[in-house]
């Protein structure tokens, strides 16, 4: 009976070779939607880079506090934006794309996905303006446990803007909003 195994483990070798060699992601595919990881990412290197000075208020509830910095870490800043991406290649099919004089829209025809909406315009190949819209429900028996509403929206080089409403059961609603402008 061994000599079984043993012939049966070398027919086998070369198929699972050629299936371990196989690299499943070494092709580069182009995102369907704008990538808008990519385009944060290469955003938050630029300012990073060009340092410049934001007068950030934030506000929680009605407790506010507004500052002039430099930001240290702007992926951090714009991480909310780039989370927002949609080209994962399960949502292929989850987005309706209208465009119209430089404005894209995305809208999700699921509305249980996080990111319902991204408007993005353009003016040729540069970004003026994106606005995204999250929503995220969780509930239990049909009773909300937590509800999250986040409006997003970017200027390149002049104001961004989150205004996130949620409420938990536990802790009931807050209200979150965050406005950087630039050189100011």
């Not at 910095?69 to 991480?79: A, F, Y």
């Not at 080089?157 to 536990?170: E, F, G, L, V």
């Amino acid at each position: 009976m061994y000599w079984y195994k043993k012939y049966l483990f070398l027919g086998l070798l070369p198929g699972l070779l050629a299936i371990v060699s196989c690299k499943s992601g070494s092709t580069t595919s182009t995102p369907k939607f704008f990538d808008l990881k990519a385009y944060f990412k290469s955003e938050a290197a630029r300012l990073a880079k060009s340092n410049p000075l934001v007068t950030k208020k934030a506000i929680h509830n009605r407790d506010s506090e507004t500052l002039k910095v430099h930001i240290q870490n702007w992926d951090n800043e714009l991480s909310l934006f780039a989370d927002a991406d949609i080209n994962k290649p399960a949502w292929t099919s989850s987005y309706a794309v209208s465009e119209t004089e430089g404005i894209t829209t995305y809208r999700a025809l699921d509305t249980s996905l996080k990111t319902q909406s991204i408007i993005i315009k353009k003016q040729g190949d540069k970004v003026k303006l994106i606005l995204i819209y999250n929503h995220t429900k969780a509930t239990i028996f049909g009773k909300v446990l937590n509800e999250t509403h986040e409006n997003l929206g970017y200027v390149p080089d002049s104001i961004y803007n989150i205004a996130k409403r949620q409420y938990t059961r536990t802790l009931g609603f807050n209200n979150y909003y965050v406005r950087g402008l630039f050189g100011q």
